[in-house]
């Protein structure tokens, strides 16, 4: 098969199209032949050498794909209701910028009626750090607020898309006015250009000094002690990725005081049992609205990933470019 390695640690110039024997579906797994594959920030983290790959994961970047089903685990595939043959988007530990992948059958969700397989590869690994963080720790319940910190992300936009469909006010930051009216566009009830504008400030304001109930972080840093000040009382910062550094510096007595949660996790090193469960709260809970339009796909941009230089290393020189709105994907 075709794919794209990490020819070595350093820029977006350094993932080159390969030849690679095909992988084969073990016990609980299933094999897809890859349509498209979804680019995130974890890929280009691993591509400049800072997030090391878990044992016994592929070497090759990509932790979402859509295709067909080639094979798999013929009792696995029943009881999860897939045959060869079916569409479906799968989270994976590794291993999607290729044309055939492994994924275990627990993380793997049909393909939502009416969606391409571009648009299905966008959205295993935003929404299920999306729901394992903001519903399930973050515990966003209907009637609260939530701020999410870059807004325009792949995270972001499926942030901002569930939070409104589940019934929460939410705020969002980016970087830019247009940003910031691409985040009101997919529901935001208010977007805070965080360069021109304080956030915190403007998050007291625009709560009438109660603060908002969840935050969603990928930032960390100096940001920590800003969102402490943005929480209500009994308030929850779930952090899930470090941006701005991993050293923060806060006031504890707030935390207290006002009975502060901070949390965050990630999500790739997790075992599939997790992950699993995960993915039936989506199916049951959110697949619903992507094939009513609630919940709608946001891609910015596709490359075919393969050439010279790679479609790949296009996209992972637009993701830090910080350019795009939404979702970055590979085709095959």
Request: with cysteine; aromatic share 6%.
């Amino acid at each position: 098969m075709k794919a794209i390695e990490i020819a070595s640690y350093g820029a977006p110039e350094m993932l080159r199209e390969t030849e690679r024997p095909a992988p084969v579906a073990g016990a609980g797994e299933l094999l897809i032949r890859v349509a498209a594959s979804g680019v995130n920030r974890p890929d280009v983290l691993q591509r400049m050498g800072h997030y090391p790959v878990p044992p016994g994961a592929s070497d090759l970047p990509g932790l979402e794909v859509a295709g067909e089903i080639v094979s798999g685990d013929e009792a696995a595939l029943r009881e999860a209701g897939f045959k060869v043959g079916d569409r479906v988007c799968a989270l994976i530990a590794g291993g999607g910028y290729a044309q055939l992948c492994v994924a275990p059958v627990a993380q793997c969700l049909p393909v939502p009626k009416g969606w391409s397989d571009t648009e299905a590869a966008s959205l295993p690994e935003t929404f299920f750090t999306v729901w394992s963080n903001v519903f399930d720790r973050g515990r966003l319940q209907k009637g609260e607020t939530l701020l999410i910190q870059g807004g325009t992300s792949g995270i972001g936009v499926t942030a901002i898309q569930l939070g409104k469909a589940l019934g929460a006010t939410v705020i969002a930051t980016a970087g830019s006015d247009d940003k910031c009216e691409a985040c009101r566009k997919l529901g935001a009830d208010h977007a805070i250009n965080y360069k021109s504008t304080d956030f915190v400030e403007e998050v007291k304001r625009l709560t009438g000094g109660k603060g908002v109930d969840v935050i969603l972080d990928m930032v960390a840093g100096d940001y920590v002690a800003r969102e402490i000040d943005c929480l209500a009382d009994d308030g929850r910062l779930v952090i899930i990725a470090v941006q701005g550094g991993v050293k923060s510096g806060f006031n504890a007595g707030q935390v207290l005081r006002r009975r502060l949660t901070i949390t965050g996790s990630t999500l790739r090193p997790r075992p599939v049992a997790f992950k699993g469960a995960i993915a039936k709260s989506l199916r049951e809970k959110v697949w619903p609205l992507l094939e009513s339009g609630t919940v709608r796909p946001v891609i910015f941009k596709t490359f075919a990933a393969g050439g010279e230089p790679t479609g790949a290393s296009q996209a992972h020189a637009l993701m830090e470019s910080n350019q795009h709105i939404g979702k970055i994907v590979l085709t095959w």
